[in-house]
């Protein structure tokens, strides 16, 4: 029966054993709270950091391709242009040789005129350029089917000394014009006497030439020019300067 004050005691059937008491439950030793704190700060410490999130690759196909730029940009111009770059300072260099070298030739010939102070001297000096420039025209020009004529002028404006030797190498102008019409025109461009320092003679003058020879073969109609430069010896005579001698420069 059951107390109304207490609760209710069941009475054991005979044989049944007393019941078991209940398990104590574990004590947790508590931590307190700053040391709690400084164990999981260690913690983290002593963790490996997160590795950062993958990162996303866009695939080939998505990818814009770049573009290459173009050879032409690195110089501009196709090859023949960057040829003529290079060929373009040689060309102008030999150009500027060239235009210095004629200016030096005709600045030394205008101070060759200029040297001397005897008038008598500076007259004659004049007087075999003039006469060297018209010896050489004549002796430089000629025809093929007027050879006996040339021959004969040019003789004339020589003394009889090189006028001998003209007479050994008259025949080699017969042969190279032989069955082939040949007209060879000169002309004296430039004439100055040459230096001569203290063997200055008022009838004896090298003068320098340069003569222009214009030569037209067969039916050509458009002549081929050859430039020389000679040394032409003007001796003075009772007939006048007369060519005594002629060296090509």
Same mark, same amino acid.
């Given at each position: ?9 069941r009475r054991r059937i005979a044989?049944?054993?007393? #019941? =078991? @008491? $209940?398990? *104590?439950?574990? %004590? ?9 704190? /400084?164990?999981? &700060? !260690? ?5 490996? #950091? =997160? @590795? $950062?999130? *993958?990162?996303? %690759? ?9 573009? /290459?730029?173009? &050879? !032409? ?141 214009a030569r037209l073969v067969g ?23 007369l060519v005594d001698n002629i060296?090509?420069?």
């Amino acid at each position: 029966m059951s107390d109304p004050n207490g609760p209710v005691r069941r009475r054991r059937i005979a044989g049944e054993n007393k #019941p =078991a @008491a $209940p398990a *104590a439950k574990p %004590v947790v030793p508590k931590v307190p709270a700053r040391k709690a704190a /400084a164990k999981k &700060a !260690a913690l983290q410490k002593a963790a490996p #950091p =997160a @590795a $950062p999130p *993958a990162r996303t %690759v866009a695939s080939p196909k998505t990818r814009p391709a770049k573009t /290459a730029a173009p &050879a !032409a940009d690195a110089d501009s111009g196709s090859g023949s242009d960057l040829d003529l770059r290079r060929l373009l300072p040689a060309m102008l260099l030999a150009l500027v040789a060239i235009v210095a070298g004629v200016l030096l030739t005709v600045m030394g010939v205008q101070n060759v005129r200029g040297e001397g102070g005897n008038e008598a001297l500076e007259t004659s000096r004049e007087q075999a350029v003039s006469a060297a420039s018209t010896a050489a025209t004549t002796i430089f020009s000629f025809s093929s089917d007027q050879l006996d004529e040339h021959v004969s002028a040019s003789k004339a404006l020589m003394t009889p000394s090189f006028a001998k030797d003209f007479d050994k190498v008259a025949p080699a102008l017969t042969e190279v014009t032989a069955n082939r019409r040949i007209v060879v025109k000169a002309e004296a461009l430039e004439a100055a006497p040459l230096a001569c320092g203290d063997e200055c003679s008022p009838s004896k003058v090298n003068v320098l030439v340069f003569l222009d020879q214009a030569r037209l073969v067969g039916a050509a109609k458009q002549p081929t020019v050859f430039a020389n430069r000679i040394s032409v010896s003007m001796v003075k005579s009772d007939d006048g300067w007369l060519v005594d001698n002629i060296r090509a420069l």
